[in-house]
């Protein structure tokens, strides 16, 4: 997070996502690798992907509605 740029604000909210993920840098970075080298399609590094993929694929306004309440929930808890 050192290099982010944006306000104290945007990089407390980048801060608290990296902190909440299951997964790693190093282990995101190793599965886009991976798949860039099978030279797949669609890569999709983490292990919540797949389902939120799926979520917006086939039931997108269910996918907004949930995206909305999650920025606002991290928005308002950023203060």
């Known amino acids: 997070m050192q290099s982010t740029v944006g306000t104290e604000k945007i990089k407390h909210l980048g801060q608290k996502m990296m902190d909440r993920s299951p997964d ?3 282990q995101v970075a190793d599965r886009i690798f ?3 080298n ?3 399609f669609l890569i999709l590094p983490t292990k919540r992907e797949p389902m939120l993929w799926r979520l917006k694929r086939f039931l997108p ?3 907004f509605k949930e995206l ?3 920025s606002r929930n991290m928005t308002l808890g950023a203060h």
């Open 61 to 63: 306004e269910r996918y």
């Open 34 to 36: 991976a798949d860039i």
């Open 24 to 26: 790693s840098l190093d």
């Open 68 to 70: 909305m309440k999650l």
């Open 38 to 40: 099978k030279r797949r």
